[in-house]
């Protein structure tokens, strides 16, 4: 599962998107699970570069009360 | 001269008035020590994803700015005063102003906001050629109303729009999220 995802091409560095929007809820939660947590890279098959920004960016959309620390969970 | 962008919530219990008094207030600390206002954003009032001092909602308000950096403990010291603040964030500001322009409309493919007006355009204009003059004035003011309110599409829109529009990415969605919750299991068994 991993060396399929491994030949993904972050989708970021094929469309040219250097500046992520923290304050864009939608970005946020496409990268992060049910729970709030942040999803690996291995999973989403972004570069490093884009991986450092996207966390970056959720966790100053966390200080701003746009997407949530953590969230229950439905167990 | 750098750039900044500060982004800040305010308590949306009161009237507009006074909302946008202190958005105001905010512009004139920035412009009053030398600095250049170049992006403004109200993005109005949201949800807030925790309560917050015991509030839900909050009016949230967004400003790029160039100035010297003396303005940066200025503005911290205006917001510390004013307990209409309730929470703000100054970071520096490393993107670029168009793709700012360009990413108020982020993930929204160009194709699909394209397609709907074309279509209504070729309809509109087939319903012209058939009917007589008098009705072609009002033909034209309803299609102009659609056309200017499809392509506009709002940045944080709410969540049952969200469930309807982008089903490519729904379907994404639904792939990560699986693949996470399989991932998640694993984890929890291992520990």
Do not use: W
């Not at chain 2, 009053?32 to 015991?54: C, F, S």
């Amino acid at each position: 599962m991993a060396m399929v995802k491994g030949k993904k091409i972050c989708r970021f560095c094929e469309n040219n998107i250097n500046y992520i929007n923290y304050k864009d809820e939608r970005i946020l939660r496409r990268f992060t699970n049910e729970r709030g947590k942040i999803i690996p890279r291995r999973i989403t098959g972004n570069c490093a570069r884009h991986q450092r920004k996207i966390t970056n960016a959720i966790k100053r959309g966390r200080i701003l009360a746009i997407i949530a620390f953590e969230s229950e969970s439905f167990r | 001269m750098r750039t900044y962008e500060t982004t800040f919530i305010i308590n949306p219990q009161t009237d507009d008035v006074t909302i946008e008094r202190h958005i105001g207030d905010v512009a004139d600390v920035i412009t009053k020590n030398n600095g250049k206002i170049v992006h403004e954003d109200k993005m109005g009032t949201r949800r807030l994803a925790y309560p917050i001092q015991g509030l839900t909602q909050g009016y949230y308000a967004s400003f790029i700015f160039e100035a010297p950096s003396e303005v940066l403990p200025l503005l911290d010291r205006h917001y510390k005063l004013n307990e209409m603040y309730i929470r703000n964030l100054t970071v520096r500001f490393d993107g670029k102003l168009e793709e700012i322009i360009q990413q108020e409309n982020p993930f929204v493919k160009p194709s699909v906001n394209k397609v709907v007006p074309a279509e209504k355009a070729v309809k509109v204009e087939t319903k012209i050629e058939t009917e007589k003059e008098e009705k072609t004035s009002h033909s034209h003011e309803n299609t102009e109303e659609p056309t200017k309110e499809t392509p506009v599409v709002e940045p944080l829109p709410e969540e049952n729009q969200e469930k309807t529009e982008d089903t490519k990415e729904n379907i994404e969605e639904k792939r990560e999220s699986q693949e996470t919750s399989e991932t998640n299991y694993d984890e929890e068994d291992q520990l």
